[in-house]
Structure formats: C-alpha cells, structure tokens
C-alpha cells in the first residue's frame, strides 16, 4: 500500500505562484507515473499534469501548460507541482495520484491512477 501525502497549498493573488508536494510513503516500486488531479466546487476532478519516475517528457493540461510544471525527486519518493501565474479559475482541491506497473503512457485519466492523496486546498483571489 503506498501512502501520498500532498502539501503545500493556500491562498495567493492572482499571478502569484505555489509549488505543491506529494510524499510517497515508500517508494513506488514499479509505478509507471504520478499525477496531479483537481477538482473545483461543483465539478468533475480533472487532470493538471503527469510525469515518469523513469523521466522523460511530462504531460500537462492545456489550460495549465507553460504555467504549471511537474517534477520528481526519485530519491526524496516526492513529487511537485510548480503553479506559476496562477488565475481564479485555478481555485481547487489538488491531488496527487500513483498509477500500477504497466500504465500506458500517458497517463491521463484517472481510473489509470490506483493510490490518491487526501488533497490539498488551493485558492486563488482576483
């Protein structure tokens, strides 16, 4: 059983920026890819980004894409999501997700993810 940890979330103005941090509990042998979800009030969870623990290019959301950056420190089990001029519409419960071994690439819906953090509160104020 692997165990996420998210962190890192809160309130910042519009253009402002967060990195948040998913703590795997062990390291996730042989799991293809971590990801980040987020769901606001009232809507479906959706996809941010997703990334290789083995590397490679990641794989990001249009509506994130040269805002948001997904990155792994394989030795830490950890990964983060840098949210760069952050927008209203960005306002949302994060979470971070770990795919089995043998994903297809990329890893974009969710029920390719089998382990989920707790999420992690993200406001944005215009």
């Known amino acids: 059983q692997v165990h996420l940890v998210e962190s890192g979330g809160g309130l910042v103005q519009a253009g402002g920026s967060l990195r948040l941090s998913c703590a795997a509990s062990?390291?996730?042998?042989?799991?293809?890819?971590m990801g980040w979800f987020r769901q606001a009030p009232g809507k479906e969870r959706e996809f941010v980004a997703t990334?290789?623990?083995?590397?490679?290019?990641?794989y990001y959301a249009d509506s994130v894409k040269g805002r948001f950056t997904i990155s792994t420190d394989n030795a830490k089990n950890t990964v983060y999501l840098q949210m760069d001029s952050l927008k209203p519409e960005d306002t949302a419960a994060y979470y971070c997700?770990?795919?089995?071994?043998?994903?297809?690439?990329?890893?974009?819906?969710?029920?390719?993810?089998?382990?989920w953090g707790q999420g992690t509160q993200v406001t944005v104020s215009s």
């Open positions: 990334i290789r623990w083995s590397g490679g290019s990641p």
């Open positions: 997700a770990a795919t089995p071994p043998g994903t297809t690439w990329p890893a974009v819906e969710q029920y390719k993810y089998t382990f």
């Open positions: 062990r390291y996730t042998v042989g799991s293809l890819a």
